[in-house]
Nanobody, 125 residues
């Protein structure tokens, strides 16, 4: 069974920084993409940043976080990180880790997406 476990959320003042971590574990053969989504109260879940697990590590960011957030990965540990700088109150949300990966199935490998349980980020003075 595949699990994604996030850590690193918390309360921070505007202008501050946080670093989120996500570890994927289980019978994983390959990871294609990992990313971070967020959901604020009353809003839909949306992409924050994503990284494709290839030799060039192509990244994609929401316009609202470009220049402030940085996504990175450690393939050896099946981990992805989100460095969040210059945080704003509007960044307050539950942040979810996502992974598109190939894992052991009942008879054949299965490719599907997985979600973590979410970690709360609150930006407030």
């Amino acid at each position: 069974q595949v699990q994604l476990v996030e850590s690193g959320g918390g309360l921070v003042q505007p202008g501050g920084s946080l670093r989120l971590s996500c570890a994927a574990s289980g019978s994983i053969f390959s990871i294609y993409t990992m990313g971070w989504y967020r959901q604020a109260p009353g809003k839909q879940r949306g992409l924050v940043a994503a990284i494709t697990i290839t030799s060039d590590d192509n990244t994609n960011y929401a316009d609202s976080v470009k220049g402030r957030f940085t996504i990175s990965r450690d393939s050896a540990k099946n981990m992805v990180y989100l460095q969040m700088d210059s945080l704003k109150p509007e960044d307050t949300a539950v942040y979810y880790c996502y992974a598109d990966l190939l894992s052991r199935g009942e008879s054949l490998p299965v490719r599907r997406g997985y979600w973590g349980q979410g970690t709360q980020v609150t930006v407030s003075s």
